[in-house]
């Protein structure tokens, strides 16, 4: 608590005259840098993990890029661009992309979209009780872990005895039973099914805390303006969560760029490298080919891609920013 | 874990398997994998360390070699590491790239176990095991051949596996076919089979790799083998002969006249299949005889209708070596850089010593390539069975993705997949070939 002393401290100029000299030195500003240095001090370990565990390999990672490698004599060879000219003119890479740039429209479509549409339906209901049930009951897959829920999705999409074609037979729709993970049309579209079921709940729980922010007051006056379901989700739940939508949206692009685990799980990027993504032609490149200089270069193209998305995501954010 | 952090983290696995490999050098290690001292005088004292790739139901033998070794010499402690295959596959990489391989390591037979050798992080083992010394006497020939190059062996093998298709007898009985002789013979069992009802041949190549265990055989009957040990090594590779598309036919013949999971096996489990032979609800599989004892547990069904084995049929007329057989001995390699290495050999000798060439078969059934490791009462009548006509083979064919460069065994694999699929031909299939060897070059 302040005294009555300090609040009849002048302002510093006023009790001193021009040409006294250089003013004195205030015990404050020489407080601050104390706290200012001691700050740093406390800092500083996790600066230095940073430098050295982030920032430092991923300079490196450049170089590697430039660089042709031989992990068994450990000899390297500046090639300058020629892991990014062979890159542009690798077919397989270009397959990883597009499949990188389906898993992101599809996951706007299904983690955004829908999972804003079913938080709103969700929200609306009148039982807390109930609220609370379904919230948990979507959000459960996210709880498990990816390679888990790949295995599981690999014995649904089995071909003789898998859940999904004996549903399909069920349901006399035999003709469109398929070797799901199996066929090379088909095998990126069922990974990212999977990852839609596993990432959907979590969106959906987002949103449902950006829901609950809004005054409830606002839906009131809304349905008494006559405004049914539809017209109150477009005209102001949508509105309202704009700020969580575009976070929700970002994430969930980068995220789709940086897919891994459940491809590596349910096909490792086959058959015929039709469910190849950035991520698993990066580790083929690297692990299996030995080829490192071009693992690096994937490597990157990875990061340059997420970090414009991590760039629109913090401007996004601070334009939308409410004060 | 936030977005740019996950980055951070894939960029950081790749840069610690790179930041090993020295700053923009000749950090690595020496091409001359010479002889390190006298590996006859061994000092018993000190670590020795191993990585395997045993990890799961196959960890109690190296297991058991560890505490033993080190019971036999108090000296010693073995600093053992058990890798699954896949996590192997992985972490030796980066083991290599940061210089610290263990001691003795894990290869496959081939290419794989040759870029240790060709660059020197693998000790030219010819003292104690190359040609005419007693320690190669005790083995099979075949399998010490299988690590040798140019005369120089660097490489101790370990199991002695080789490829089988095995058959059902009761199933084969009821649809009244024979054992097949040749391709087309084995062909005509799947139609009479498949009209009796019976799953011909359970086959799934999730993986890749099981078509390309058939592709090695059928390769190695379709392609002289002057010319395969020619291609299979890229600096002379041309893969212009015919044979090779001719293999891929035959290859798809059986997939779609043999089997039931047909264009869609590139989803089916390759051991969920193995499992319906076991099951009898198959009548043949194509496996390694190192699998017999998990395929055929006992009081399965399979056992009570009894099965056998035989290789898989040559088409007639075949241009390459009917006598030949797709095989290879697993094996260890020694770091030229292990601070005693004499201890890191002696090791390796006693995990083959005669005894223990028993003890692999009788905790995990593997095949010893040591002669006299099965007996009746360590192994089944088939295992030994495959052994005897293993020591008959002409030659063996190392598989396809382990005998060759990464660039070209990775073409064939998802080559192979398209073929299975229907969505590649076999011209594809070898122009894929061809630009990835000549990429390896």
């Given at each position: 608590m302040a005294s009555a002393e300090l609040t009849v401290v002048s302002p510093p100029g006023t009790t001193r005259a021009a040409g006294d000299g250089p003013p004195p030195r205030r015990p404050r500003r020489s407080g601050g840098a104390r706290r200012r240095w001691s700050g740093l001090v406390w800092v500083a370990p996790a600066l230095l993990a940073m430098g050295a565990f982030v920032y430092y390999p991923?300079?490196?990672?450049?170089?590697?890029?430039?660089?042709?490698?031989?992990?068994?004599?450990?000899?390297?060879?500046?090639?300058?661009?020629?892991?990014?000219?062979?890159?542009?003119?690798?077919?397989?890479?270009?397959?990883?992309?597009?499949?990188?740039?389906?898993?992101?429209?599809?996951?706007?479509?299904?983690q955004v979209f829908f999972a804003l549409v079913l938080a709103a339906l969700i929200e609306d209901m009148r039982s807390p009780?109930?609220?609370?049930?379904?919230?948990?009951?979507?959000?459960?897959?996210?709880?498990?872990?990816?390679?888990?829920?790949?295995?599981?999705?690999?014995?649904?999409?089995?071909?003789?005895?898998?859940?999904?074609?004996?549903?399909?037979?069920?349901?006399?729709?035999?003709?469109?039973?398929?070797?799901?993970?199996?066929?090379?049309?088909?095998?990126?579209?069922?990974?990212?099914?999977?990852?839609?079921?596993?990432?959907?709940?979590?969106?959906?729980?987002?949103?449902?805390?950006?829901?609950?922010?809004?005054?409830?007051?606002?839906?009131?006056?809304?349905?008494?303006?006559?405004?049914?379901?539809?017209?109150?989700?477009?005209?102001?739940?949508?509105?309202?969560?704009?700020?969580?939508?575009?976070?929700?949206?970002?994430?969930?692009?980068?995220?789709a760029f940086q897919v891994f685990n459940e491809v590596m799980v349910m096909t490792a990027g086959g058959p015929n490298n039709s469910s190849q993504v950035l991520g698993t032609w990066l580790y083929e490149a690297g692990f299996i080919r030995n080829d490192f200089g071009y693992a690096a270069a994937i490597a990157t193209v990875i990061f340059t891609v997420t970090t414009v998305l991590a760039v629109l995501q913090i401007v996004h954010t601070s334009r939308r920013r409410v004060a | 874990m936030n977005t740019r952090l996950k980055v951070f983290a894939g960029l950081g696995a790749l840069t610690v398997v790179l930041a090993g490999c020295g700053s923009g050098g000749n950090a690595g290690q020496a091409q001359d994998a010479a002889p390190s001292g006298d590996l006859a005088k061994v000092d018993y004292t000190g670590d020795v360390s191993v990585i395997t790739k045993y990890a799961g139901e196959n960890s109690a033998f190296f297991q058991k070699m560890a505490t033993d070794?080190?019971?036999?010499?108090?000296?010693?402690?073995?600093?053992?590491?058990?890798?699954?295959?896949?996590?192997?596959?992985?972490?030796?990489?980066?083991?290599?790239?940061?210089?610290s391989l263990p001691d003795v390591y894990f290869s496959w037979a081939g290419n794989y176990a040759e870029q240790f050798y060709d660059n020197g992080v693998a000790l030219d083992l010819s003292s104690q095991i190359g040609a005419g010394t007693p320690w190669a006497s005790t083995m099979a020939p075949s399998a010490v051949q299988a690590f040798t190059k140019e005369g120089k062996t660097y490489g101790v093998p370990i199991s002695l596996d080789a490829k089988y298709m095995v058959y059902n007898k009761k199933l084969f009985s009821d649809a009244g076919v024979q054992v097949p002789t040749d391709l087309a013979g084995l062909l005509s069992d799947c139609d009479a089979l498949k009209a009796k009802g019976t799953t011909a041949m359970a086959f799934g190549n999730k993986d890749g790799w099981p078509a390309i265990h058939y592709i090695t055989q059928l390769n190695s009957y379709e392609v002289p083998a002057d010319t395969l040990d020619k291609d299979y090594s890229p600096a002379t590779a041309t893969f212009d002969d015919p044979g090779y598309e001719k293999s891929l036919t035959d290859f798809k013949q059986i997939l779609d006249r043999c089997t039931k999971s047909g264009s869609g096996a590139n989803g089916v489990d390759y051991y969920s299949e193995r499992d319906s032979f076991g099951q009898s609800k198959a009548a043949m599989f194509y496996v390694e005889n190192l699998e017999f004892a998990t395929m055929v547990p006992k009081g399965s069904k399979a056992e009570s209708d009894g099965w056998g084995l035989f290789r898989l049929p040559a088409p007639t007329g075949a241009a390459g070596d009917t006598g030949s057989l797709t095989g290879a001995p697993d094996g260890f390699l020694v770091n030229p850089k292990a601070k005693n290495p004499a201890l890191a050999v002696d090791f390796l000798k006693f995990v083959t010593n005669a005894d223990n060439a028993k003890v692999i078969t009788e905790t995990i059934g593997y095949p010893s390539p040591v002669q006299g490791g099965l007996t009746e009462q360590n192994s089944s009548l088939q295992l030994r069975d495959s052994i005897d006509d293993l020591n008959k083979a002409s030659r063996l064919s190392i598989w396809l993705d382990t005998v060759t460069a990464p660039e070209v065994a990775q073409a064939y694999l998802s080559g192979v997949e398209g073929l299975v699929s229907g969505d590649t031909s076999p011209t594809d299939v070898i122009s894929s070939v061809k630009a990835a060897s000549k990429q390896a070059q």
């Open positions: 991923l300079l490196l990672n450049f170089r590697y890029s430039v660089q042709k490698t031989n992990i068994f004599t450990g000899q390297q060879r500046f090639v300058g661009l020629d892991n990014y000219i062979r890159l542009a003119g690798d077919p397989i890479f270009w397959r990883a992309l597009t499949n990188n740039v389906w898993y992101a429209v599809l996951s706007i479509v299904f009780r109930m609220r609370a049930v379904l919230r948990s009951v979507y959000f459960l897959p996210s709880a498990i872990s990816l390679t888990v829920t790949g295995l599981l999705f690999t014995f649904i999409y089995q071909p003789s005895g898998g859940l999904l074609n004996g549903l399909l037979d069920g349901a006399g729709l035999d003709a469109a039973q398929q070797s799901w993970l199996g066929n090379p049309h088909t095998a990126i579209f069922g990974i990212i099914a999977m990852s839609q079921w596993q990432g959907f709940g979590y969106s959906t729980l987002l949103f449902a805390v950006a829901i609950q922010r809004i005054p409830r007051e606002l839906y009131e006056s809304a349905t008494l303006d006559g405004a049914g379901p539809a017209r109150r989700l477009f005209s102001l739940t949508v509105p309202m969560v704009r700020e969580m939508t575009g976070v929700v949206m970002i994430v969930t692009i980068s995220g | 070794y080190e019971a036999a010499h108090p000296g010693v402690h073995v600093k053992l590491q058990q890798e699954s295959d896949q996590g192997y596959k992985d972490k030796i990489k980066t083991l290599v790239a940061s210089q």
